[in-house]
């Protein structure tokens, strides 16, 4: 049991035990009586229409029960007009017409009493189509480009002007790449239908999101849908939203009367689940010779699909992170057939940072200055895009603290001049910004005392995607209680607990924690009301014995306060990169990061320090291989397992030292806490392309870096 009380401990996992003796269960393991398993189809084809469709053949396969296309799937709500914006809870239609948006559209499932069985039958419906040509490359397609309906531009002053008053200015391109989020654990759900009622287990990052994106699609009561998913396998964003999937296997069970397992595939989790989408970013920067920003526009084109919009805002870290006086944003998309494009860790952020942080290092060695220096020069302690103070910004102790610790002092500022034998050896840095929000939370505690021990229930719906929600929870609990956390025990993610805002933009551990802190606060204050005790200090145990109670249950709601709505509220990090590049193949090696970050109190320095580490990981991968292909002419991807989507391996890896800067945000919320999911990754593509720049005096502008770009 562990003893100890309450938070900032490095605790191991609560629940960490139940993962690695395969003990947890995942969204498809749950054992369902009279299951039947689904295999979606996928169209191959990026535009047209569905002309016929067989079934023959793979109906006459042992096992089938059903297969469902849009010729007899129920009919569900859909969008009533064109390209509705694509949110967390948007209805998901599926199969509803012969109309053909993207390679790999659901078109059909089949329902067999086997897995394997399905599978093969599924290869046996013969799907012919009218075919159209696609749009695939954005790129292609320019002049289609619109302003979103839900638009996030910005401006305040006048770019033009400040780029005529700056002494140097500079003008660059960035690309990223469509990328995929790639959880370990594949979509999944089992479905059943009993009396007009929905239960779901789901791989989902968000259980009150995806209960409504089914009450909605179904047109069905959200009190008739129970979302169940007490482990999740990683979600990066792909699983925030409901997908087409979990309509899929709802239908399924619905037409059947069985309950229904649908698992994605790695292969569709290409197609199916969303990605990344590519952007085009121009930053225009204007500065004069000491320094100080004039000018700052931030344009990125992108793509959404031709039935809904996203846009990934990659300008929104332009607006805010730096003083300068005349600032623009813009975003723009072009419609494609591909599948719409959604949040992936730090939607926004991760790839505007890479422009931006890229081009103040440009910009910087325009200037002939240090790039911390650079960064310092234009700090800010208002966010300049709404005039608000942040509630708490630590930059510039990053900054020097990491070049401290990193020993930024021996980085040559003239490229390619540190070498080691047949490596060029260059210093990289970039800032970080990441918003901390904070949103409204319920939870339950159940004490009980037994045998002289009081226990502590808390029930919410929030998720544990890998992040370690359980354990800060518990550590909350404890902490609020003043027992040890192992007499606290979490339950999350049922619909039937209190809602909370789910795992997602990085909210989830301050609106969980303040969620559990309050409940446990609430059950506190009752019970000494109960005894007219005052300001007393009494332990839980002697509250609940003086109230001669062996169980007692209170409620709670934490959210935001006047205070956090008149402040900017944002975590803030650097990264320090150290890359060795071999001067004649052009082959890389990120040989040491260092990564620090001002992002309020920290619960559990180990869960923590794994949420930091995961970011970079992906920030890393984004640089040295993540890229999604798609052939130009059909809409395919080519990319379509992890043996031709690359992502980082301990090699790769091999030196990540993560420091904390002591922080305790009140205007963020009452414990202090701001998110960490996404600022790890943050910082990291621009700090390693820097770092290549300073080895090389090349500007890689184009993720990922691969080493031909190199020579
Ligand atoms: Mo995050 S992209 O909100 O899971």
């Known amino acids: ?329 813009t975003h723009r998309l072009v419609p494609v057939n591909l599948q719409t494009p959604f949040a992936m860790r730090a939607p926004g952020e991760a790839t505007g940072s890479f422009a931006l942080e890229s081009a103040m290092d440009e910009m910087a060695w325009k200037l002939k200055m240090d790039p911390i220096e650079f960064r310092i020069k234009n700090d800010t302690q208002t966010d300049p895009s709404n005039d608000k103070p942040f509630s708490s910004r630590l930059l510039v102790e990053c900054l020097r603290i990491g070049a401290d610790k990193f020993g930024w002092d021996k980085r040559k500022m003239e490229p390619a001049k540190n070498t080691n034998g047949n490596w060029l050896v260059g210093y990289g840095v970039s800032g970080a910004s990441r918003a901390a929000p904070y949103q409204e939370t319920s939870s339950k505690v159940i004490l009980t005392l037994k045998d002289g021990t009081v226990l502590a229930t808390i029930q919410m719906d929030a998720t544990d995607i890998g992040t370690g929600s359980y354990t800060i929870i518990a550590q909350t609990a404890s902490e609020y209680l003043d027992i040890p956390v192992g007499q606290v025990v979490v339950q999350l993610a049922d619909s039937l607990f209190p809602v909370t805002p789910g795992s997602g933009g990085s909210w989830g551990a301050a609106s969980y924690c303040n969620g559990a802190r309050v409940a446990c606060e609430n059950a506190i204050k009752e019970l000494k009301q109960k005894l007219n005790a005052g300001d007393k200090k009494m332990s839980v145990k002697e509250l609940m014995t003086a109230n001669k109670l062996t169980t007692y249950e209170a409620k709670g709601t934490a959210k935001p306060s006047e205070a956090f709505k008149e402040h900017s509220v944002y975590s803030f990090g650097a990264n320090f990169a150290e890359v060795w590049v071999d001067k004649d193949t052009g082959m890389f090696r990120i040989k040491r990061m260092l990564n620090v970050g001002a992002c309020g109190k920290i619960l559990n320095p180990k869960t923590a320090f794994g949420q930091i580490i995961g970011g970079l990981t992906m920030g890393a991968g984004m640089v040295i291989a993540e890229q999604t292909r798609v052939e130009p002419n059909f809409g395919n991807f080519i990319t379509r397992s992890f043996a031709d989507y690359h992502v980082p391996v301990n090699l790769d890896m091999a030196n990540v030292e993560v420091v904390f800067v002591p922080e305790e945000d009140k205007i963020a919320n009452e414990m202090g806490i701001k998110g960490i999911g996404e600022l790890g990754i943050t910082s990291v593509a621009a700090s390693i392309a820097n770092a290549i720049f300073n080895a090389t005096g090349k500007r890689m502008r184009d993720l990922p870096i691969t080493p031909e770009k190199l020579i």
């Open 1 to 329: 049991m562990d003893t100890s009380i309450g938070i900032g401990n490095p605790i191991d996992r609560v629940e960490g035990h139940l993962k690695v003796t395969g003990m947890a269960k995942y969204s498809s393991e749950f054992p369902v009586d009279k299951m039947l398993y689904a295999q979606a189809i996928n169209s191959t084809v990026a535009k047209g229409e569905i002309s016929s469709i067989d079934t023959a053949e793979a109906k006459k396969q042992k096992g089938i029960v059903e297969i469902i296309t849009y010729k007899n799937a129920e009919k569900l709500k859909t969008p009533d007009k064109k390209l509705p914006p694509l949110s967390t809870t948007s209805i998901q239609p599926v199969l509803q017409s012969p109309h053909i948006n993207y390679y790999g559209e659901y078109v059909g499932v089949v329902v067999a009493e086997t897995f394997e069985q399905a599978q093969y039958a599924a290869r046996l419906v013969k799907i012919e189509y009218k075919k159209e040509t696609p749009k695939i490359d954005f790129k292609d397609h320019r002049s289609d480009a619109y302003k979103p309906k839900e638009s996030s531009d910005y401006s305040r002053g006048d770019v033009e002007a400040g780029l005529s008053k700056a002494d140097e200015k500079l003008e660059a391109t960035y690309n990223t790449p469509i990328e995929h989020h790639h959880p370990m654990e594949l979509h999944a759900v089992i479905a059943s239908w009993e009396n007009g009622k929905v239960k779901a287990y789901a791989s989902q990052q968000m259980i009150n999101d995806a209960a409504i994106t089914i009450s909605n699609t179904f047109q069905i009561p959200k009190e008739d849908v129970r979302v169940i998913a007490p482990y999740v396998g990683g979600g990066f964003g792909s699983k925030l939203h409901a997908k087409q999937h979990v309509i899929l296997a709802i239908m399924a069970a619905k037409k059947t009367g069985r309950p229904v397992q649908l698992t994605v595939t790695r292969h569709q989790m290409f197609t199916n689940t969303n990605l990344r989408q590519h952007n085009e970013q121009k930053v225009r920067i204007g500065a004069t010779k000491d320094g100080t920003l004039t000018a700052l526009a931030h344009e990125t084109l992108s793509h959404t699909s031709t039935y809904e919009e996203f846009q990934e805002s990659c300008g929104t870290v332009s607006k805010m992170l730096y003083k300068v006086p005349n600032n623009k944003v």
